[in-house]
């Protein structure tokens, strides 16, 4: 077979993932490419060669071809503007049309290599920078008129990588935009070519996760659906797969355990064998969300380490963050308190090395932090599911499986009063997470963000912040609590995801479809008045409850305002809630 030939083989199968083949046939052609003496298909080489190793993770090949594409291409640009030497353009046999042709196609295959590069890297500043050149890179000249549908789809595939990085980074607010173009791009019939084929099934996976991590579970399956039958279509096993697992993600959600097994382990040994580490890991994580759900407290710990160990190996701090999280549940339910909290302060410093961590991601954290204090403290208490750290794995699992909820521990005992002292610690941590998150969603001012917000985000955290104020007997902080949300509003799940208990969300919570920057600037001041109204959007002033004493939570939402920067309230004269 002909070069070109060989190229158009090695593009084949690089849409087909098999990038290991794709790239030793690629290495392969290069000597012989070389002899030929022609810059334009070393061109292609390089460029084929660096968007595999975008795919592979390998940014050291995506940042060296990219590079070598552009000392090449300005070769022929001094050429066609005089400034070459004699040397130079002795060697060149290409007519100024080709060469502008040559200048042309490749200086835009080297600015998509150079903004997936800089998506992947987390530098998603300068890939929105280079995604406005390589937008600004088009002509109507009809000398270029067959570059057309390859601008096209490197254009569309650029905004994918950005989309999926920022996702990538929790930052899915900042994704909208680039996914609204992306929908809009492959949304239509198609030509039936791989590469329009291709980006179906990579932007229809990858919005679909999107939706899945945003709360819009319906708008992912017709995506999913649709990916998977193109996939299917061309016999792309890992597309396929890839889809298994996102529809997987979706059944969790929806507290299908069964769906959720069957479809990861009919996922996992096609992505395993095509070696997609973040993937693999995810898979690894569902493999031990549903282990832990029956009972299986030492094998979800293993397969917890497993998806730890590759999310290292990919440095991606905030993953690593969330997968200790998971783990240090396992920790809890073993009684062994001190490495759940040695595991959360190692993700702590995950966040503090992010650059991409938000103080939401800090407020789920001391949250979680208080989950291990209350657990401490139930232990204390004679809670029957208490782990001993003792225990091994047979007997920790039975205790699991077997416990009944019931404490047994006498009042006024030092137990019970080390207790009280541990779920006072427990509240100092998750009371003022809660009401910190709380607050955003009164200043989100559409109704459905707000929804989301309140039952994905919010919820949770006021649940367990109510759990442990009731448990701690607190009588006076727990009417300060009611009577708070009395006017703020509920913190009730809707019925569907009330069953959802407390270990399954850490890792797998939704995404707010809400820009951290702005969540961060919550208004304090007074709301804009629009006529007369008996409701209001936006916090609330202090509320006072008893005449003889300050407003109601003044510690913890002053806590809230010094950890996260939240207002709970605004700063106008409180309300009395007495006649």
């Given at each position: 077979?002909?070069?070109?030939?060989?190229?158009?083989?090695?593009?084949?199968?690089?849409?087909?993932?098999?990038?290991?083949?794709?790239?030793?046939?690629?290495?392969?052609?290069?000597?012989?490419?070389?002899?030929?003496?022609?810059?334009?298909?070393?061109?292609?080489?390089?460029?084929?060669?660096?968007?595999?190793?975008?795919?592979?993770t390998a940014y050291d090949g995506v940042r060296e071809g990219a590079t070598r594409i552009r000392e090449c291409l300005a070769a022929y640009s001094s050429i066609l503007d005089g400034t070459a030497t004699p040397e130079v353009v002795a060697?060149?046999?290409?007519?100024?049309?080709?060469?502008?042709?040559?200048?042309?196609?490749?200086?835009?295959?080297?600015?998509?290599?150079?903004?997936?590069?800089?998506?992947?890297?987390?530098?998603?500043?300068?890939?929105?920078?280079?995604?406005?050149?390589?937008?600004?890179m088009t002509s109507d000249d009809a000398a270029f008129a067959d570059l057309r549908d390859e601008y096209a789809y490197l254009c569309t595939y650029a905004r994918i990588n950005c989309a999926t990085a920022l996702c990538d980074d929790d930052?899915?607010?900042?994704?909208?935009?680039?996914?609204?173009?992306?929908?809009?791009?492959?949304?239509?019939?198609?030509?039936?070519?791989?590469?329009?084929?291709?980006?179906?099934?990579?932007?229809?996976?990858?919005?679909?996760?999107?939706?899945?991590?945003?709360?819009?579970?319906?708008?992912?399956?017709?995506?999913?659906?649709?990916?998977?039958?193109?996939?299917?279509?061309?016999?792309?096993?890992?597309?396929?797969?890839?889809?298994?697992?996102?529809?997987?993600?979706?059944?969790?959600?929806?507290?299908?355990?069964?769906?959720?097994?069957?479809?990861?382990?009919?996922?996992?040994?096609?992505?395993?064998?095509?070696?997609?580490?973040?993937?693999?890991?995810?898979?690894?994580?569902?493999?031990?969300?549903?282990?832990?759900?029956?009972?299986?407290?030492?094998?979800?710990?293993?397969?917890?380490?497993?998806?730890?160990?590759?999310?290292?190996?990919?440095?991606?701090?905030?993953?690593?963050?969330?997968?200790?999280?998971?783990?240090?549940?396992?920790?809890?339910?073993?009684?062994?308190?001190?490495?759940?909290?040695?595991?959360?302060?190692?993700?702590?410093?995950?966040?503090?090395?992010?650059?991409?961590?938000?103080?939401?991601?800090?407020?789920?954290?001391?949250?979680?932090?208080?989950?291990?204090?209350?657990?401490?403290?139930?232990?204390?208490?004679?809670?029957?599911?208490?782990?001993?750290?003792?225990?091994?794995?047979?007997?920790?699992?039975?205790?699991?499986?077997?416990?009944?909820?019931?404490?047994?521990?006498?009042?006024?005992?030092?137990?019970?009063?080390?207790?009280?002292?541990?779920?006072?610690?427990?509240?100092?941590?998750?009371?003022?997470?809660?009401?910190?998150?709380?607050?955003?969603?009164?200043?989100?001012?559409?109704?459905?963000?707000?929804?989301?917000?309140?039952?994905?985000?919010?919820?949770?955290?006021?649940?367990?912040?109510?759990?442990?104020?009731?448990?701690?007997?607190?009588?006076?902080?727990?009417?300060?609590?009611?009577?708070?949300?009395?006017?703020?509003?509920?913190?009730?799940?809707?019925?569907?995801?009330?069953?959802?208990?407390?270990?399954?969300?850490?890792?797998?919570?939704?995404?707010?479809?809400?820009?951290?920057?702005?969540?961060?600037?919550?208004?304090?001041?007074?709301?804009?008045?629009?006529?007369?109204?008996?409701?209001?959007?936006?916090?609330?002033?202090?509320?006072?409850?008893?005449?003889?004493?300050?407003?109601?939570?003044?510690?913890?939402?002053?806590?809230?305002?010094?950890?996260?920067?939240?207002?709970?309230?605004?700063?106008?004269?409180?309300?009395s809630t007495w006649p």
């Amino acid at each position: 077979m002909s070069i070109p030939g060989e190229l158009e083989r090695a593009r084949h199968l690089a849409l087909a993932a098999d990038e290991p083949a794709a790239k030793d046939l690629l290495l392969s052609l290069m000597p012989e490419i070389e002899q030929t003496d022609r810059d334009d298909l070393q061109l292609e080489t390089l460029a084929q060669l660096g968007e595999l190793y975008l795919v592979r993770t390998a940014y050291d090949g995506v940042r060296e071809g990219a590079t070598r594409i552009r000392e090449c291409l300005a070769a022929y640009s001094s050429i066609l503007d005089g400034t070459a030497t004699p040397e130079v353009v002795a060697k060149s046999t290409m007519t100024d049309a080709d060469a502008r042709h040559l200048i042309r196609r490749y200086s835009r295959r080297a600015q998509f290599l150079e903004i997936g590069l800089a998506a992947a890297l987390g530098d998603h500043e300068g890939a929105a920078a280079a995604l406005e050149v390589l937008d600004g890179m088009t002509s109507d000249d009809a000398a270029f008129a067959d570059l057309r549908d390859e601008y096209a789809y490197l254009c569309t595939y650029a905004r994918i990588n950005c989309a999926t990085a920022l996702c990538d980074d929790d930052l899915h607010v900042r994704s909208v935009p680039l996914w609204q173009r992306v929908i809009a791009d492959i949304d239509g019939p198609g030509n039936g070519s791989e590469s329009t084929d291709n980006l179906l099934v990579l932007g229809g996976i990858g919005y679909a996760r999107f939706c899945i991590e945003t709360g819009a579970l319906d708008e992912a399956e017709p995506w999913l659906r649709r990916a998977g039958a193109r996939a299917e279509a061309r016999k792309w096993p890992l597309a396929i797969a890839r889809t298994q697992l996102e529809r997987a993600t979706i059944c969790w959600s929806r507290g299908e355990q069964l769906a959720t097994e069957a479809l990861v382990r009919e996922a996992y040994p096609v992505i395993a064998e095509y070696l997609r580490a973040n993937d693999v890991s995810r898979c690894w994580l569902y493999f031990g969300l549903y282990r832990m759900a029956a009972g299986g407290l030492q094998v979800a710990d293993e397969c917890w380490e497993h998806a730890e160990r590759h999310w290292r190996e990919l440095g991606k701090p905030l993953h690593i963050h969330r997968i200790l999280l998971q783990r240090s549940w396992i920790a809890i339910f073993r009684g062994r308190y001190q490495d759940a909290t040695a595991m959360i302060e190692q993700a702590r410093a995950c966040l503090d090395e992010s650059p991409r961590s938000s103080w939401l991601a800090y407020a789920r954290l001391d949250d979680h932090l208080g989950s291990v204090w209350r657990a401490d403290a139930l232990a204390d208490l004679g809670f029957d599911g208490a782990g001993d750290p003792d225990e091994d794995w047979p007997a920790a699992e039975e205790r699991y499986r077997s416990a009944q909820g019931v404490m047994h521990a006498e009042p006024g005992s030092p137990a019970y009063l080390t207790a009280m002292d541990k779920l006072a610690r427990a509240a100092d941590l998750k009371l003022p997470a809660a009401l910190a998150v709380d607050s955003v969603r009164y200043a989100i001012t559409e109704p459905g963000a707000r929804a989301q917000w309140a039952e994905c985000v919010a919820a949770p955290l006021l649940a367990g912040a109510f759990s442990v104020v009731w448990e701690s007997e607190n009588r006076e902080l727990t009417s300060e609590l009611i009577e708070y949300h009395s006017a703020r509003g509920t913190f009730s799940a809707e019925s569907g995801q009330a069953e959802v208990i407390e270990w399954s969300r850490v890792a797998t919570a939704p995404a707010p479809i809400s820009d951290m920057d702005e969540l961060a600037q919550v208004a304090a001041g007074p709301p804009v008045q629009s006529g007369p109204s008996l409701t209001r959007l936006g916090p609330l002033p202090p509320m006072q409850m008893d005449p003889t004493s300050g407003p109601v939570l003044e510690r913890y939402r002053k806590l809230a305002l010094d950890r996260y920067g939240q207002h709970v309230t605004t700063d106008e004269v409180a309300w009395s809630t007495w006649p």
